[in-house]
């Protein structure tokens, strides 16, 4: 199973919005709504954000969003803010009791 | 408040064994499956394994499948790793995280206990 495919890096600044994509295959992204996203500041665990392609957890600012189409999600994160700097990473089932990451964007509010 | 915390990673030579746990608090444990993630600086976020909520039913990753176990304890509210034949590839740090009720992703993770395999 090969990594979902993200841009390494992805920069705005304060109060401007930033939009992550993660591209898979059919065999993942294209065929489940079982995308995630997650968030990791340096040293931390990682943080759910999005579920379910663009369900947000209960104490997720409304500021981040989700979407797909055809084989890529993406993350959107409006208004930017200081603490939004920090790693992130999608995730997709791949079928057959599968998981599947992305490999990673690192966020950079300027 | 909901807690998830890792122990049990070291360094250990290529071939030899590792039993990782997590201790779980602030939920009902029992209620829910629980898996294990690994990341490396190489390569990112690796899916490792998934447990049933009653410990039935368990999925690994290709790449530790005959070699890892996941198992765990209801009554004491632990998971655990056995990691057995480990290569040098499995270096990472561990992260157990909590199945999403949804089920396809997951929803809290703890912060990881790091394993090394070298000679």
């Known amino acids: 199973q090969s990594a979902l495919t993200q841009p390494p890096s992805a920069s705005g600044s304060p109060g401007q919005s930033v939009t992550i994509s993660c591209t898979g295959t059919?065999?993942?992204?294209?065929?489940?709504?079982?995308v995630s996203w997650y968030q990791q500041h340096p040293g931390k665990a990682p943080k759910l954000m999005i579920y379910?392609?663009?369900r947000r957890p209960s104490g997720v600012p409304d500021r981040f969003s989700g979407s797909k189409s055809g084989n890529t999600a993406s993350l959107t994160v409006s208004g930017l803010q200081a603490e939004d700097e920090a790693d992130y990473y999608c995730?997709?089932?791949?079928?057959?009791?599968?998981?599947?990451f992305g490999t990673g964007t690192k966020v950079t509010v300027l | 408040q909901l807690q998830l915390v890792e122990s049990g990673g070291g360094v250990v030579q290529p071939g030899r064994s590792l039993r990782l746990s997590c201790t779980a608090s602030?939920?009902?444990?029992?209620?829910?499956?629980m898996h294990w993630v690994r990341q490396t600086p190489g390569k990112g976020l690796e899916w490792v394994a998934l447990?049933?909520?009653?410990?039935?039913?368990?999925y690994y990753a290709e790449s530790v499948k005959g070699r890892f176990t996941i198992s765990r304890d209801n009554s004491k509210n632990t998971l655990y790793l056995q990691m057995n034949s480990l290569r040098a590839e499995d270096t990472a740090l561990y992260y157990c995280?909590?199945?999403?009720?949804?089920?396809?992703?997951?929803?809290?993770w703890g912060r990881g206990t790091l394993v090394t395999v070298s000679s």
């Open positions: 995730s997709s089932y791949a079928g057959s009791n599968n998981y599947v």
């Open positions: 602030g939920f009902t444990f029992s209620s829910y499956g």
């Open positions: 995280a909590r199945r999403g009720i949804g089920g396809y992703y997951f929803d809290y």
């Open positions: 447990i049933w909520y009653d410990g039935n039913t368990q």
């Open positions: 059919s065999s993942d992204v294209g065929t489940y709504d079982y």
């Open positions: 379910e392609v663009s």
